[in-house]
């Protein structure tokens, strides 16, 4: 947190602050006449560009709840400032406090706590000093806009609750309506003992709740409501004793030392009351809503915009290292990469060399022998093989089991066949003049069927070799167990008697090579 120095101002006195990093310390007390004054501009002699806030903590602070029409942006703030120049007469320090939308059957309405100083000149030498003096003014709060935020780090976020503390000015209440500043006032006191404090507190916080419940702040047949009491160090038991819950009001009661904990204020000045709160928290969390007009704020806001810049850079400036780095780490990798590549590279011209040494002494040169051997290997790669063929005839087989091999041949050539002779089947040689063929020719028997059938064998044979004459193959001659053309002579007795040798067959097949 940067350091912030804070002006607190009272009726009798005004004291300056500084807070940073836990710490509240008292740097000056200041008159509230024109001596005062003056000692405020020495002080900020040599203090140009500090930040500077101040903390108001009078008994005349009027508020006064009012409607306006929902609106937004220039003309929200349009309505918002006539409303607050027929309210007040010197608008200087007066602010507007948004409570939340109401609707109705005719129109949507926003809830405005309109508030200001009833005497706002005491005020205005202390802010031409600031000004004149170049300092950056963040805001000007009151007390009370910092009871939402004192309750909160009490614990109390929601619901109705007063806010009773004992400041250097006096007895501080602050009405809260789910996180909403409603009312406030000031009651001064003389030395009291805690019996005596803790009466005054009880017997002013019944008289607030029936004032409210006259202004219809409260309802009349509401629930009862929390008062939230921080006792001075060391007077916790004594206003505990006193502060007895009831059917309207419920007392809860926290050790001076045990709110500066909840707030973050470790370490304060002996003779700092309840104000030690406030002024830490305008330090450490300020309200949004404050008194200073825009133009009062401007350096500040200025200040925000720079700091804004310089924390943006500051990322992009991150970012680009990140970039940076992770590229650099990409060149190096890619630098080891290379590298490794360059000593693969210079082993295997080193094994090369190792290789080629034991080479022969031959007529010809190294190029001429790579290119024989691509010669080769491109050779090696066009000749036909029989696996091809062994594995075209195998997977017809598996769907004919009825047939078994004897012979099955293979070679490459150019078959003596002549253009257009046909088989005892009718199928179509290859050419015979200028084609390079592969030829498969298979003879085998066919089981599982009577001789005797020759119509059925002669069938089988036939669909067989339809199958084998697929994937490229072509039927070259077909030899079938028995000769059906009109050429051949039948003989013999066919089905008269039985025999158990199985019909055989050839099939021949060829597929012209590339």
Known sequence: MATR???????????????????????????????????????LRGRKGALFSIMVDLAGEDFQEEQVPLLRGADREAVVQRRLAQRYRDTRLAAALSLGAVSSPERRNERLLLTSFTN???LAPWLDALEESDARLEGVFSVPLLAPALAARLGVRSGRVFVVTATRAGLRQSFVEEGKLRFARLERTVEM??????????????????????LRVLPRDGGPVQVLVVAPPGQRAAFEQVLQSDARLVFRTLDAQEAERAVGLRRKPADTAGEGLYLYLAAKNPPREQFASSGERRRYRIWQLQRALVGAGAIGFAACVLFAGARWFDAVQARNRAELQAEEARRSTESYARITAGFPVTQTSTEN??????????????SAAPE???????????????????????????????????????????EAQGETAETVEISGRVNATQRSDYRGITAQVQRFAAALGSSG????RTQLPFDITSEGTLTGDIGGAETTEAPRFTVVLTRRLP
């Open 5 to 43: 120095h804070i002006l607190y101002f009272t009726a009798e006195e005004h004291c300056l602050y500084r807070a940073t990093r836990g710490q509240l310390e008292l740097e000056a007390r200041l008159s509230g006449d024109e001596a005062g004054v003056n000692a405020f501009r020495e002080y």
């Open 120 to 122: 706002t000149q005491s």
């Open 193 to 214: 003992v805690p019996q005596a404090l803790a009466m005054f507190v009880r017997s002013e916080t019944l008289r607030l709740a029936q004032y409210l419940v006259t």
């Open 369 to 382: 022998l790579k290119a024989a051997v691509v010669e080769f290997t491109r050779i090696a790669q066009n």
């Open 388 to 430: 091809r063929a062994f594995v075209h005839v195998s997977q017809v087989l598996e769907a004919f089991p009825q047939f078994e091999l004897d012979v099955l041949s293979w070679n490459v050539g150019r078959p003596g066949e002549r253009r257009g002779e046909r088989s005892a089947s009718g199928a179509a040689k290859p």
């Open 473 to 476: 193959y072509e039927l070259a």
